[in-house]
């Protein structure tokens, strides 16, 4: 199995940037496709964005396609995501995850980081 860890999380004032790492440990980190997801409180937990296993495709959600960038450091075995013109609609606890497949179904992700706290303040 692989181990997931989140940082970066914190209070950014609406507008501003955050970047989101997920450290990965364990299997080979290039075996899997990766994702990011959101969970607002009071919300169901929501996919955000997904990047393949060669890092060659990647996939958003309407609500942050063009403000967020998902990616992949092999080297570092480290998910990123940067987000930018942050709105305080994107308050929640940002998880990353692993799956076999490229998805943005939250069924198909197998291994789930412990997630980071996000909070964008008007």
């Known amino acids: 199995q692989v181990q997931l860890v989140e940082s970066g999380g914190g209070l950014v004032q609406a507008g501003g940037s955050l970047r989101l790492s997920c450290a990965a440990s364990g299997r080979t980190f290039s075996n899997y496709n990766m994702g990011w997801f959101r969970q607002a409180l009071g919300k169901e937990r929501e996919f955000v964005a997904a990047i393949s296993w060669s890092g060659g495709r990647t996939y958003y959600a309407d609500s942050v396609k063009g403000r967020f960038t998902i990616s992949r450091d092999f080297a570092e075995n480290t998910l990123y995501l940067q987000m930018n013109s942050l709105k305080p609609e994107d308050t929640a606890v940002y998880y990353c995850?692993?799956?076999?497949?490229?998805?943005?179904?939250?069924?198909?992700?197998?291994?789930w980081g412990q997630g980071t706290q996000v909070t964008v303040s008007s």
């Open positions: 995850a692993a799956a076999y497949s490229f998805s943005s179904g939250q069924n198909d992700y197998r291994y």
